[in-house]
């Protein structure tokens, strides 16, 4: 069954006959119809040469052979579903179905020097052994995934065509000499082909392991992260609201390096936001965990979380969310929110920071306003792209707008802006709600 041992003890034997069996199927049948259509080119070609019974037999023959053909093909069609295709039995069925049909139509070519060759012209002959090189040469797919299939068709094909020219009454040895040794050809051809194929199966499936080991390694990490961030954001927010009371009650020695802690938390926060964003962005698939979500609750973490950065700044920050239930992600559509009321503190100096939630039909709209400089229009097309900043300190990694946008098409939510520059921003998103609630 294996031509070669190594193929054999391969430790992905099982899913290399599975692929080149689907391979050899999806070319079997349009070999079929090509081997009818050339049979009835040869009965044509010989018309004249042949009697009437001659031509009965051979497209009688050729119709039996294609008829079997395409009984079993449909029938294989009908019962090739995925379970079937990992059955080493199923396989083995059909790999001996296509050895059979392999003899019938090299049985069907075989019976052309003995049916239409006695008063043939060498012309005729070498024309019709030409036909059968192009069509046993092609497609390579089909010859080589089962070059014992191939064989099989070709053997009695050419020890026919062998005899008959070995009858011959010719001089010299090249017309005698031609038929084995384009055998050989096919055959060696057909080898190559083989160990060509199995190699590319090889690879593909080793490609597919790897990157299966590596989205479970991402997904892994992402997770990871994500309980991870939960517990240290948890941490760095206690840690910072206890700096704020210092800071509301520090002495003139004590406000200074109070000031450096506050700063120091904030930025690991931001941080860790990012590295938590960053992880599950780089996810070629992010996970997504859907349940119901109260706004208000939304509303009260995000205030906490951003009432003492805004009053640092001298910022005025006001949240008004109507009690409505979402059905999402809670930590994704949360991470939307920190990150676009985190970019429009960061770089709002003066003036206020609003979230605004409307019911629009079965929509929430929420709108994410700023008093901050605005983005000029130009930057409108690339200001959501990865390590995108347009912050002239250089001190924003330029993931969160990235972050956000990879989020929303996730969740389904919509994200448009509004800016232009020296007017502020506006993030507005459009997200369904739980209109079962």
Not at 6 to 20: E, F, G, Q, V
Not at 342 to 349: E, G, P
Not at 382 to 402: K, V, Y
Request: glycine share 6%; net charge neutral; proline share 4%.
């Amino acid at each position: 069954m294996y031509p070669f041992n190594y193929l054999k003890n391969h430790p992905l034997s099982a899913h290399i006959d599975a692929n080149r069996h689907a391979l050899f199927m999806s070319e079997v049948g349009p070999r079929m119809v090509v081997s009818a259509l050339a049979a009835i080119i040869v009965g044509v070609l010989f018309w004249s040469d042949a009697t009437n019974g001659i031509h009965l037999l051979w497209f009688g023959s050729t119709l039996f052979v294609s008829v079997n053909s395409w009984l079993l093909i449909r029938h294989y069609r009908q019962t090739a579903i995925p379970t079937n295709m990992d059955n080493p039995g199923f396989l083995r069925k059909w790999r001996w179905v296509n050895l059979y049909l392999s003899v019938i139509w090299g049985l069907l070519w075989s019976l052309t020097p003995f049916l239409f060759f006695p008063d043939a012209t060498l012309v005729q002959i070498f024309s019709v052994l030409l036909l059968m090189v192009v069509l046993s040469s092609t497609p390579s797919v089909t010859m080589g995934c089962y070059p014992e299939i191939y064989i099989t068709f070709l053997t009695p094909v050419f020890c026919s065509f062998g005899y008959h020219m070995f009858q011959l009454p010719l001089d010299g040895w090249l017309h005698v000499a031609i038929v084995p040794l384009t055998w050989m050809s096919l055959v060696l051809y057909s080898v190559l082909i083989f160990k060509t194929q199995i190699e590319a199966i090889v690879l593909r499936l080793q490609l597919a392991d790897a990157k299966e080991d590596a989205d479970a390694a991402n997904l892994a990490k992402t997770r990871f992260l994500a309980i991870a961030s939960h517990d240290l954001r948890q941490s760095i927010q206690a840690a910072s609201l206890y700096a704020d009371h210092l800071g509301r009650v520090a002495t003139d020695d004590t406000a200074e390096p109070v000031a450096k802690l506050q700063r120091v938390l904030q930025e690991g926060s931001r941080l860790l936001n990012y590295l938590l964003g960053m992880a599950r962005a780089e996810s070629r698939a992010l996970v997504i965990n859907t349940c119901d979500v109260d706004i208000s609750v939304v509303e009260n973490d995000l205030k906490t979380l951003f009432d003492a950065s805004a009053q640092r700044k001298g910022l005025t920050f006001t949240l008004d969310l109507p009690r409505e239930q979402l059905h999402t992600d809670p930590l994704l559509f949360r991470q939307i929110l920190e990150n676009l009321i985190a970019n429009a503190i960061q770089y709002t100096s003066q003036g206020n920071v609003s979230v605004k939630g409307t019911r629009r039909g079965g929509q929430l709209q929420i709108d994410v306003r700023d008093t901050g400089p605005g983005i000029p229009q130009e930057h409108h097309a690339n200001i959501f792209g990865e390590f995108n900043s347009l912050n002239p300190r250089g001190d924003s990694a330029g993931l969160g707008l990235f972050i956000v946008q990879r989020a929303c098409r996730a969740l389904n939510i919509s994200l448009t802006l509004e800016s232009s520059a020296g007017v502020g921003s506006c993030f507005k998103l459009q997200v369904p709600l739980n209109t079962t609630a």
